[in-house]
């Protein structure tokens, strides 16, 4: 059968329902049949790796009816370790993930790490988790799925879209064994290859990959010592390269590849072989491989993270090179500023703009992403030019304010959100400070709003049913009032309870009657 036609129609002209978008009404397509009786679930997510697990999740805590479909019958067996950075590990605190998370990984101090420049952590790191914690990829995925299962969420593996159409009150999803749902919202988290953008028909440019390398985990045979010492010497120009004990006798290693092929082809054991040879002088007697990859630097930005009720999260609206490790925590993020929304939509309390603000917050964040991953690579080339400029970037990296400015924009701790004119506060995340009740992310676990009041005479009112309030908070905060959103971004700086009220109108709608 071939794939449904995808028509992008504007959403609902329903109060409860009414989004935003670019286009004409349109009816949809006769393609896909829209019975309301296939009207099964709130939000159909494509995709349950970690952004899509962790989407789930969010939208369940409001009451949302989600389904996760995952192309895969069986999770990745490939044990490859993956960082979560500072502002990932508060996110997690948040939803008080964190205890479950971080025995399973292993804490390294925090560092600067640009472009694979060692130095020591700056001074200013305001927050409570300032490390970075490695844990391996199929581990994070499966405790992101669970979380989500747990909360009433619907995962079907061995499923996958193979069209879709949108009308004015929600989206059929057909499967590839030609089996049909509905939905009013359909989030394509399917990977940089992502189904969805592409049945979509969103633009995804930017540069193809230029570099590839190939990484995996397997036995040598040779001592480690030997190793130590010629891998420190081929790191002094090729960053690209390394052998990093992950067990007992087990090696991650890390090599460039001999040229740019087809992602989809798994290197061999002979190609690492054949490329440790060539930069090494020995293949190092690797054998008995765990697992085998390649990734390439290839590096692209959705046009639109929104078409009508169809929207884009993770790779599926940004891909770029591995280099700092953002990737995963780049899409997690992305769920995070999503959910609430999407959810407060569905809910029929979301302000008409709410939703647009995803795309508007969270594709200029992506950008910034795909601009320091592309310096970085630049400074990994062998080049005489490029290696000059890491020098001195090495240099430069001595002084606090230029360390500290690179390790925020890599562990995300630094963005501030466009919200208007206001204090540098405005915008920015608010670290987890100590509380009369404990910690202050504490208090965000159901992802609600949270309103930090000092004074003791404001209120939240007919927002009680979205927002928290908590009087006297903390010694720590040196501002009146503090309006936190559920992702934990202030969007309120003041004292003042009808311009409280009107930002309360902004981010969480009108007040319950």
């Given at each position: 059968m071939h794939p449904p036609r995808f028509t992008a129609d504007a959403p609902s002209t329903d109060p409860v329902e009414r989004?935003?978008?670019?286009?004409?009404?349109?009816?949809?397509?006769?393609?896909?049949?829209?019975?309301?009786?296939?009207?099964?679930?709130?939000?159909?997510?494509a995709g349950c790796g970690p952004t899509g697990a962790m989407l789930a999740a969010e939208l369940r805590l409001h009451d949302v009816r989600v389904l996760v479909l995952e192309r895969e019958t069986e999770p990745a067996s490939a044990v490859r370790i993956v960082g979560l950075h500072i502002r990932s590990l508060e996110l997690m605190a948040m939803?008080?993930?964190l205890d479950r998370i971080r025995p399973h990984g292993r804490q390294r101090p925090a560092s600067a790490f640009f472009a694979a420049i060692a130095k020591p952590a700056p001074k200013g790191l305001d927050s409570r988790y300032?490390?970075?914690?490695?844990?391996?990829?199929?581990?994070?995925e499966r405790l992101l799925e669970e979380h989500a299962i747990e909360l009433g969420a619907q995962v079907r593996r061995g499923l996958a879209v193979a069209g879709f159409e949108q009308d004015d009150e929600g989206v059929t999803v057909a499967l590839a064994d030609g089996e049909q749902l509905r939905s009013r919202y359909l989030v394509g988290c399917d990977g940089g290859r992502s189904t969805v953008r592409k049945l979509l028909g969103v633009g995804f440019p930017g540069e193809p990959a230029r570099t590839e390398s190939l990484m995996g985990e397997m036995d040598v045979g040779v001592p480690q010592e030997e190793i130590a010492a010629t891998v420190a010497e081929i790191r002094e120009t090729h960053?690209?390269?390394?052998?990093?004990?992950?067990?007992?006798?087990?090696?991650?290693?890390?090599?460039?590849?001999?040229?740019?092929?087809?992602?989809?082809?798994?290197?061999?054991?002979?190609?690492?072989?054949?490329?440790?040879?060539?930069?090494?002088?020995?293949?190092?007697?690797?054998?008995?491989?765990r697992w085998l990859s390649r990734f390439g630097d290839a590096t692209r930005l959705a046009d639109s993270y929104r078409v009508g009720r169809v929207l884009l999260a993770g790779d599926a609206a940004h891909i770029h090179p591995p280099i700092g490790g953002q990737g995963l925590n780049l899409g997690v993020q992305d769920a995070f500023n999503l959910g609430w929304k999407l959810a407060a939509r569905i809910r029929g309390w979301a302000p008409e703009a709410l939703l647009d603000t995803y795309q508007a917050e969270r594709r200029p964040v992506a950008e910034a992403v795909l601009d320091n991953?592309?310096?970085?690579t630049e400074l990994l080339s062998t080049e005489p030019g490029a290696q000059a400029v890491r020098r001195l970037l090495t240099e430069l990296m001595d002084f606090d304010e230029v360390n500290l400015h690179l390790l925020k924009k890599i562990t995300a701790i630094g963005i501030?959100?466009?919200?208007?004119?206001?204090?540098?506060?405005?915008?920015?995340?608010?670290?987890?400070?100590?509380?009369?009740?404990?910690h202050l992310y504490g208090l965000l676990h159901r992802g609600r709003g949270l309103l930090l009041d000092r004074t003791e005479r404001l209120r939240v009112g007919g927002w009680s049913d979205r927002v928290d309030h908590l009087a006297d908070p903390t010694a720590e905060l040196d501002v009146p009032c503090v309006l936190?959103?559920?992702?934990?971004?202030?969007?309120?700086?003041?004292d003042d309870q009808q311009d409280l009220d009107d930002h309360l109108s902004r981010w969480f709608g009108e007040p319950a009657h």
């Open positions: 989004d935003s978008t670019v286009g004409d009404v349109r009816p949809a397509s006769s393609a896909l049949t829209t019975d309301r009786a296939l009207h099964t679930y709130d939000v159909i997510i939803r008080g993930l300032a490390y970075l914690l490695g844990i391996p990829q199929p581990v994070i960053q690209r390269f390394w052998l990093r004990p992950a067990g007992v006798g087990v090696y991650s290693v890390l090599v460039p590849a001999a040229g740019v092929s087809d992602r989809a082809e798994p290197p061999t054991l002979d190609d690492f072989k054949h490329q440790l040879r060539a930069i090494a002088g020995t293949d190092f007697g690797v054998h008995s491989p991953t592309r310096a970085q501030r959100y466009d919200f208007g004119a206001g204090p540098d506060l405005l915008g920015r995340r608010l670290p987890d400070m100590d509380i009369k009740q404990g936190l959103r559920p992702d934990g971004h202030v969007a309120w700086i003041g």
